[in-house]
């Protein structure tokens, strides 16, 4: 056994055995003797010490291959670039029959990105000018713009401090007689409370659409990520953990659904070449698919890697409350863990600003950063729409003034100014020892908290 994993393990054993005390005065006790880099080189990085994982480099995403080259050199010589041109048989169909498979659902259609899969479905299912739809602040603009390009009215709520995500009880007291549907966002990749979501939609008798944009796999109470609500929407943008540059997908088991969201999808266009409805253009083309049907053979391995390496993480810090990962609700089996994120807390570094740490972190070869800036409801979207004509015309005065004022949303705040993220999708892939430099720059960095002041230049 290495000398620094004795020293991390002592270390996490003195802090475990003072975890009372750390509650309940915010304070780490001291713990005497802890790890090699304090003992060898106490100076941080940043200070001009020894670095933890100098030139660290984590397997890089995305994930590619010759075979990868070699499919999409295939479908460019084919000369067939358009799902059209090859509808049944083709790189874009194949996918959405592979994706529909692994999910274990009806039918995928496949579309140019998460955004226009979502917006695919808010229009599929007829919701428009008039309508409100709840969702979470701390999301994709992606999320809010699918409701938005349909008209429709985006009614955010407050978010769950520990999991990150939004609050069934915020979303129930923000129903009213308007509200069609909650848009379910799968944060990290991990569940949103859905048993109690699911228990509001039946109660209400709202349409619960699943944005599993960030949660390709992920399981909850032994059903995967977007097949739990009406619908189901994935991403497949670069940074995301089954990818293509640009792309999206929608699957659910109710195929008149689906056929309607072809349809929307497809200009309005159904599958018998009828144009019968209001639609746009968002069609995946062959390339894509053909780069997504090569990312699918090695989804499910690196779907467990990333799961058993978070697991080490979280066990790892389960005794440290300067950084708590994201809570998990019951049921959550698996996660795609798109990031692995934790919660920031700054009375266990000195008060030293989230940035000082994560800089001090970054020069002991770890990168680890904030996740969004601003919640939803911070950005100037939410005054554009109420001076527009349509938005004016199809809600109150009084309606909109409420949307306004009702945009107080502390606990998103405060994760967006506290959140420490870990992007997943490569660095995840990594070794146990690439995970375990990960903690030795952490707790190096919170061994040396007393040096944190003299970090003047953020
Ligand atoms: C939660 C969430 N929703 C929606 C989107 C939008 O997906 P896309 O970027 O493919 O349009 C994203 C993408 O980052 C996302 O993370």
């Known amino acids: 056994m290495k000398e620094k994993d004795v020293s991390r393990r002592s270390f996490l054993k003195a802090l475990s055995k003072g975890t009372a005390a750390v509650v309940a005065t915010s304070v780490i006790p001291s713990i005497g003797k802890v790890s090699a880099n304090t003992m060898e080189n106490g100076k941080l990085a940043i200070l001009g010490g020894k670095a933890v994982a100098p030139n660290k480099v984590f397997p890089q995403w995305p994930y590619f291959d010759e075979k990868m080259v070699q499919r999409v050199a295939g479908v460019i010589r084919s000369g067939k670039w358009n799902r059209i041109d090859n509808l049944h048989n083709g790189t874009v169909a194949t996918f959405e029959k592979r994706y529909a498979e692994l999910l274990g659902v009806k039918g995928c259609v496949a579309t140019g990105s998460g955004t226009q899969s979502l917006h695919t479905a808010v229009e599929a299912m007829g919701f428009g000018p008039g309508d409100e739809i709840i969702t979470t602040p701390y999301t994709d603009p992606g999320t809010v713009a699918a409701i938005l390009s349909a008209r429709a009215l985006p009614v955010l709520v407050d978010i769950d401090k520990e999991s990150f995500q939004l609050d069934p009880d915020e979303v129930e007291r923000k129903i009213n007689k308007n509200t069609k549907a909650i848009i379910a966002v799968h944060m990290m990749g991990q569940a949103c409370n859905m048993e109690r979501i699911m228990a509001i939609g039946n109660k209400y008798n709202l349409k619960i659409i699943e944005d599993a944009c960030q949660a390709h796999l992920s399981e909850y109470q032994g059903k995967k990520l977007g097949t739990i609500g009406d619908i189901g929407c994935f991403s497949f943008q670069t940074s995301k953990n089954i990818c293509c540059g640009e792309g999206g997908g929608i699957i659910s088991n109710n195929e008149k659904l689906l056929d309607d969201c072809y349809t929307v999808q497809n200009h309005g266009t159904n599958r018998q070449g009828r144009t019968v409805t209001i639609g746009t253009k968002y069609r995946m083309n062959e390339f894509e698919a053909a780069i997504l049907l090569e990312q699918l053979t090695r989804a499910k391995d690196q779907f467990e890697i990333r799961n058993k390496n978070a697991a080490y993480l979280t066990e790892k810090l389960k005794n440290f409350p300067g950084l708590v990962p994201q809570k998990l609700y019951p049921g959550t089996t698996k996660g795609s863990f798109y990031l692995y994120t934790m919660a920031y807390h700054k009375e266990y570094f000195n008060d030293a600003s989230r940035d000082v740490v994560l800089k001090a972190i970054a020069a002991e070869g770890i990168n680890l950063s904030g996740y969004i800036k601003n919640g939803l409801h911070r950005e100037p979207w939410t005054d554009n729409i109420i001076n527009r004509r349509v938005y004016q015309t199809m809600y109150s005065e009084q309606r909109l003034k409420d949307f306004k004022d009702q945009l107080t949303l502390p606990?998103?705040?405060?994760?967006?100014?506290?959140?420490?993220?870990?992007?997943?999708?490569?660095?995840?892939?990594?070794?146990?020892?690439?995970?375990?430099?990960?903690?030795?720059?952490?707790?190096?960095?919170?061994?040396?908290?007393?040096?944190?002041?003299?970090?003047?230049s953020i």
């Open 411 to 456: 606990n998103c705040d405060w994760v967006c100014d506290n959140m420490v993220m870990l992007w997943a999708n490569g660095p995840l892939l990594g070794t146990k020892n690439d995970m375990d430099d990960i903690i030795n720059a952490i707790m190096k960095v919170h061994e040396n908290r007393d040096q944190l002041k003299l970090i003047t």
